[in-house]
């Protein structure tokens, strides 16, 4: 155990049984959080779940000497979402962060794509921060209601897929980019009860990006991609510190950019009246030529 900057206090981390979601409740437990470790425990495409990572996550954090317990619920079930986060207040009381994490993958190129390769991965990226994420805010609100000072915490889980796009992932970059659109949404809804909500756009080695954008070799000193580098971020957004929210950040290695999103651009305007067919192209032109180039798509050539 490394501090106490969590004593007493208790903290749901979805997806945690591998890679980033296991950095985060680890990084969590050792600041003296109560972990509730959900996880499904299926394979990078979704599949074959088993309960044994979230159960070797908690094992860890026991023998280390913090606190957690496993949940094997699907994120993107309502009703299993409401019972994990009820899970954690019965179990210890109260809830005061909720870590948004859980996903799996679906990779194809979009014309290519099927039905269910493209529901499924929507389903538990984007349904599978709502859930959870709505009923912590029910929780957190209902306490506002009772006149109680309220202090909830939620991180959400985007990509630079959701960002800036990704060619081969057009379901996840999609999924992805709704979540970075409901950090905006729940923050402002929400900031009423007490609740603060801020997203992350990790840049790690996972098994989600192992074989996509990284080698699974792991190389010798320091790793720059190891998830355990962004968990310090998710530490202190989803901690009583954080004054922040509405807020993305990109994280990499020792680097953390505050992304700037989409706001108002070069305009043109004429007066009293509306735009003919035939003056949109030079002034689409003028637009494009005052404004910045966008991102490129991730994999584009």
């Known amino acids: 155990m490394s501090g106490n900057y969590f004593e007493n206090q208790v903290v749901i981390v979805t997806g945690a049984g591998r890679g980033l979601g296991r950095a985060h409740a680890i990084a969590l437990a050792a600041e003296g959080a109560s972990v509730l470790v959900n996880d499904l425990g299926v394979s990078r495409e979704g599949q074959e779940a088993s309960s044994s990572p979230a159960e070797q996550v908690v094992e860890e954090i026991l023998e280390m000497g913090g606190i957690a317990e496993v949940n094997s619920g699907d994120v993107a079930d309502w009703q299993q979402a409401e019972e994990m986060v009820s899970h954690a207040i019965e179990k210890w009381g109260r809830l005061d962060a909720l870590i948004c994490n859980a996903g799996f993958l679906r990779d194809r190129m979009l014309v290519s794509m099927s039905e269910e390769e493209w529901d499924s991965v929507i389903r538990v990226h984007l349904k599978g921060h709502i859930a959870p994420?709505?009923?912590?805010?029910?929780?957190?609100?209902?306490?506002?209601k009772e006149g109680k000072e309220t202090e909830g915490r939620i991180v959400m889980t985007s990509s630079g897929a959701g960002l800036m796009g990704s060619v081969g992932q057009g379901n996840y970059a999609a999924a992805k980019a709704g979540i970075a659109l409901l950090v905006l949404q729940a923050a402002e809804e929400w900031k009423q009860y007490g609740v603060k909500v801020n997203g992350i756009a990790p840049d790690a080695r996972t098994r989600m990006t192992e074989g996509v954008f990284y080698d699974s070799d792991v190389p010798d000193g320091w790793d720059e991609k190891d998830p355990a580098?962004?968990?310090p971020l998710v530490v202190w957004l989803s901690s009583k510190g954080c004054d922040i929210t509405g807020r993305m950040f990109e994280i990499s290695g020792g680097k953390i950019n505050l992304c700037d999103g989409w706001r108002h651009g070069q305009s043109e305007e004429v007066k009293g009246r509306g735009f003919r067919v035939d003056e949109i192209g030079e002034v689409v032109a003028g637009l494009i030529d005052r404004s910045e180039s966008p991102e490129s798509v991730y994999g584009s050539h």
Request: net charge positive; proline share 0%; glycine share 0%.
């Open 133 to 144: 994420a709505r009923h912590a805010a029910n929780h957190w609100r209902n306490l506002a």
């Open 229 to 231: 580098n962004v968990s």
